[in-house]
């Protein structure tokens, strides 16, 4: 049967391109296919994750009837913001009745078929556009042999190594499946606005940004890129005199009709970000520079390999990132059909009638007098160029000239100039683009090599005409295969099936908690109680994880500033209990295999447990459960505020948090009764200056003079306040700054 897109089997053609990108999928993702209910793809690490964010979007819409964009199963008891999660509700909501009909793991799994089946589609459609009128220059298997082609570039791009590296566990990334379809529409809008009217152009118009709103419900880095490549199509069509005012409306209106849709989400978003200026959601310089590709990761293939992916893993351990970030294979045989490509397209004779392989005087509306590969190259190099990030990065290494210097790269000035390039995080993704465009040219490689064949060998052409694009394919296939793929099972305690029965809604501390780990979403999606930690995209800093005692404790393996005179012993059950609303710790061993991690964690929870003579609720041979009773005692003790830089240790182990000159943080003392207090401070300013404590309404309440670099004890009686929040407030010389640490409230 032809893969065709004209005649009575136009539409047998299309169902047939979808069907072997099905059994394509089915095969590449080896073993998946036997474990579509029980388990997902990857390394069980951010999957985890992505699979709770389709829990959770179940259980916001049909549970709690509200958004999703805010949790409170998360980082409770103030929950979590989930604005720059990699939520991808096109996915929640497209797979919610595979959720509701089945399981989270067969909407999970359903997704990813659909990004391979549909991404390969899509970006089979653009290369049939794309090729335009080449078989009018060359009679080589009429529209099957144009539609032949087009299928390589869905193998291309729907199973790049990008793609199968993202499979790893980045659900919104494997979502690529729409991109080729702005594009296409973009594409055709533009080539159509300089010879048809108005309304076809809109029609275009609004299935351009329809799209766009698809890849923006599935990821925001893809958003981007398309931004980006409308750009370059722009560029492109003006330096080919190709561009007309009805195409730059064409580009308005579909970003226009992308804002109005999107505008509730993205407004909210933007406030999202201005309030959380100066915290985890703008990226480190020095994480850019790690997650950029390495310009050899180009030609090194993956090391999912069954064949060579050991040699290719060896020939990796240089490159900077995790391999979901430095694969960047771009595949061989795809380079040397690229390169046949612009062979091709070269308006040389081929024949002595004169005929073009591939004509660059004819293809779609628009294209007359161009050579129609130059955007697909354009874009590759552009999308290549900037997926290497900042400086160029040669086999892990940067400092490539004399004297240890770097090569800069454009996307440097990328980063410094446009604002929200700084909160995206990896730049080696933009290879998703580099693939779309590798896929388009290696289907005009793939149509002119069996062009020039079947011109050599005209009494072998009609098996041409199956014969190259099925050669293509495979060879493809073989280069990208990762088989068999890795997959994660379910591996949760049975003790969370208990949990679930009872009606207790209290909250569930899983330790260790030193760092986020997303398995215990995957244990919250068993039991169904909050937990106070969570794993979530960008750390949302109104949670308590790092403010608070105890969770503190947990968090750092160690003391912070305010919890130095805090009494775990005394008072670490209250804090759970009253403050965190904890109802269960459970302490899980195969998270905290052994070494300093585990001692202290197991140590922490002796302190607050066992001298406060309360036996575990559950033990096995991996988990030990404490089930948190009312607190027998209470005292004083202090919360700090979102609004505190970063915690640091200097060389003799002492904590501190810094102020900088002009700055002030917050902090709440938890007081359960109506004695006084005494505030005790030490600080450090290297330049002198003063301190100043601030009640909740900014009346001053004490005054330290600092006189340079000594370390000075401060203490001073705090007032009665009703909501018990004060600000401490550093004023000195510009520039400089001064070390703050408390040593807790005490009585007097």
């Known amino acids: 049967m032809s893969i065709q897109t004209g005649g009575r089997g136009r539409y047998w053609g299309h169902l047939l391109a979808l069907a072997l990108y099905l059994v394509l999928a089915l095969l590449t993702t080896w073993p998946l296919a036997t474990q579509l209910g029980s388990a997902i793809p990857g390394d069980g690490f951010d999957g985890w994750q992505n699979y709770w964010n389709l829990w959770w979007m179940k259980q916001a819409w049909l549970v709690e009837h509200g958004s999703p964009y805010f949790t409170d199963m998360l980082h409770y008891p103030t929950g979590a913001d989930l604005r720059f999660q990699t939520m991808a509700p096109f996915n929640g909501l497209a797979f919610l009745p595979v959720q509701l009909a089945g399981n989270v793991f067969l909407a999970y799994n359903a997704a990813i078929l659909f990004s391979f089946v549909i991404g390969g589609y899509g970006a089979y459609l653009l290369a049939q556009y794309a090729l335009g009128g080449a078989r009018a220059q060359c009679r080589w298997g009429g529209r099957a042999g144009v539609a032949r082609?087009?299928?390589?570039?869905?193998?291309?791009?729907?199973?790049?190594?990008?793609?199968?590296?993202?499979?790893?566990?980045?659900?919104?990334?494997?979502?690529?499946?729409?991109?080729?379809?702005?594009?296409?529409?973009?594409?055709?809008?533009?080539?159509?606005?300089?010879?048809?009217?108005?309304?076809?152009v809109a029609g275009d118009t609004i299935k351009a940004a329809f799209f766009l709103i698809l890849v923006g419900l599935c990821d925001w880095y893809y958003v981007m890129y398309c931004l980006l490549f409308t750009a370059v199509a722009l560029l492109v069509a003006l330096a080919q005199r190709r561009l007309s005012w009805r195409g730059l409306g064409l580009v308005v209106g579909t970003g226009a009709i992308f804002l109005v849709v999107l505008s509730p989400l993205l407004v909210s978003m933007v406030r999202g970000a201005q309030s959380w200026a100066g915290t985890s959601l703008l990226r480190d310089y020095r994480e850019t520079l790690t997650l950029s590709a390495d310009l050899l990761a180009f030609i090194t293939p993956q090391v999912f390999h069954p064949i060579w992916g050991k040699w290719a893993a060896s020939h990796s351990a240089a490159f900077n990132a995790t391999a979901s970030e430095f694969t960047v294979f771009a595949g061989f045989t795809v380079l040397v059909l690229a390169l046949v490509a612009l062979i091709a397209t070269r308006k040389l004779h081929t024949n002595k009638a004169g005929a073009h392989l591939i004509d660059s005087d004819t293809g779609p509306a628009g294209y007359s007098g161009t050579n129609p590969l130059v955007l697909w190259l354009v874009a590759a190099i552009t999308f290549g160029v900037l997926a290497l990030g900042p400086v160029l990065h040669i086999n892990g290494r940067s400092e490539l000239l004399p004297g240890g210097g770097q090569i800069p790269l454009p996307y440097a000035v990328l980063y410094e100039l446009v604002p929200f390039i700084k909160l995206s995080r990896s730049v080696s993704r933009m290879d998703v683009m580099v693939m779309l465009a590798l896929g388009v040219l290696a289907a005009f490689g793939t149509y002119g090599l069996g062009c020039w064949l079947a011109q050599k060998a005209p009494a072998h052409a009609r098996q041409m005409v199956i014969g190259v694009p099925v050669a293509a394919t495979a060879l493809i296939l073989f280069e990208f295969?990762?088989?068999?793929?890795?997959?994660?099972?379910?591996?949760?305690?049975?003790?969370?099936?208990?949990?679930?029965?009872?009606?207790?809604?209290?909250?569930?501390?899983?330790?260790?908690?030193?760092?986020?780990?997303?398995?215990?979403?995957?244990?919250?999606?068993?039991?169904?109680?909050?937990?106070?930690?969570?794993?979530?995209?960008?750390?949302?800093?109104?949670?308590?994880?790092?403010?608070?005692?105890?969770?503190?404790?947990?968090?750092?393996?160690?003391?912070?500033?305010?919890?130095?005179?805090?009494?775990?012993?005394?008072?670490?059950?209250?804090?759970?209990?009253?403050?965190?609303?904890?109802?269960?710790?459970?302490?899980?061993?195969?998270?905290?295999?052994?070494?300093?991690?585990?001692?202290?964690?197991?140590a922490l929870t002796q302190e607050v447990f066992a001298t406060s003579g309360v036996q575990p609720l559950y033990e096995d041979e991996r988990i030990t459960v404490y089930a948190v009773p009312e607190p027998g005692q209470k005292g004083p003790f202090i919360v700090l505020g979102p609004d505190w830089a970063p915690r640091q240790v200097d060389g003799e182990g002492s904590v501190w948090r810094e102020l900088a000159a002009g700055q002030a943080a917050s902090f709440q003392v938890v007081h359960p009764g109506d004695s006084p207090l005494t505030l005790e401070v030490v600080a450090e300013a290297q330049a002198g200056g003063s301190l100043r404590l601030l009640s909740a309404v900014g009346e001053e309440i004490a005054t330290w003079i600092t006189t340079g670099p000594q370390r000075e004890t401060l203490s001073v009686a705090l007032p009665a306040s009703p909501d018990n929040i004060y600000t401490l407030r550093y004023d000195g010389a510009p520039g400089s700054a001064a070390l703050v640490a408390m040593l807790g409230v005490s009585y007097p």
């Open 149 to 200: 082609a087009a299928f390589v570039a869905g193998v291309v791009y729907g199973f790049s190594p990008y793609h199968f590296a993202h499979l790893l566990g980045h659900l919104q990334l494997i979502s690529l499946q729409w991109i080729p379809f702005y594009v296409l529409y973009l594409l055709r809008g533009l080539d159509r606005s300089r010879s048809t009217t108005a309304r076809s």
């Open 481 to 602: 295969l990762p088989v068999p793929y890795p997959t994660s099972p379910a591996d949760t305690p049975a003790w969370y099936k208990q949990l679930s029965a009872d009606s207790d809604q209290r909250a569930v501390l899983n330790l260790p908690a030193n760092w986020p780990r997303p398995t215990d979403l995957l244990y919250q999606t068993e039991h169904g109680k909050p937990i106070a930690t969570g794993y979530i995209t960008r750390d949302d800093p109104s949670t308590l994880w790092e403010r608070a005692p105890v969770i503190g404790h947990y968090r750092w393996l160690g003391e912070d500033i305010h919890t130095q005179g805090f009494d775990l012993s005394g008072q670490g059950i209250q804090v759970l209990h009253d403050l965190l609303g904890v109802g269960w710790v459970v302490l899980d061993r195969y998270q905290m295999p052994g070494g300093q991690e585990r001692e202290i964690t197991e």
